[in-house]
């Protein structure tokens, strides 16, 4: 029998490059990319792990896997850098860059 290529191996593997490209966007794309990404992965490695002799591929698998896991905490230390500078600063100050300055000089205590 040949082999063939896992179902999905190409498409864990993109949505795993996403899930890193989305991170840079607030978070949430990245989260939801990563998310999918290790959906997709864990059934391709699953349906890999019954027949390993029968396709290939599973180092996209295992790849996008990665890639979605690393995206997934980018994203998630993102929001969380987003909530710390909304909390410390105001939603104010992110909108006014004088009001920025003035509140990140008394942070400093200038």
């Known amino acids: 029998m040949e082999k063939?290529?896992?179902p999905n191996a190409t498409l864990a593997l993109v949505m795993g490059i996403l899930s890193i490209v989305g991170c840079c966007c607030?978070?949430?794309p990245g989260i939801i990319?990563?998310?999918?990404a290790i959906i997709i992965a864990t059934k391709s490695e699953k349906l890999?792990?019954?027949n390993p002799e029968n396709y290939l591929?599973?180092?996209n698998v295992k790849a996008g896997k990665i890639m979605g896991i690393i995206g997934i905490v980018l994203s998630i230390l993102?929001?969380?850098f987003y909530v710390w500078?909304?909390?410390?600063?105001g939603w104010?100050?992110?909108q006014d860059q004088e009001l920025m300055q003035e509140r990140m000089q008394e942070m400093m205590g200038q």
């Open 26 to 28: 607030y978070g949430l």
């Open 78 to 80: 993102l929001v969380l």
């Open 33 to 36: 990319f990563g998310i999918v």
């Open 85 to 89: 500078l909304v909390v410390t600063f």
């Open 92 to 94: 104010e100050a992110l």
């Open 57 to 59: 591929g599973y180092g």
């Open 48 to 50: 890999y792990k019954e």
């Open 4 to 6: 063939q290529m896992l």
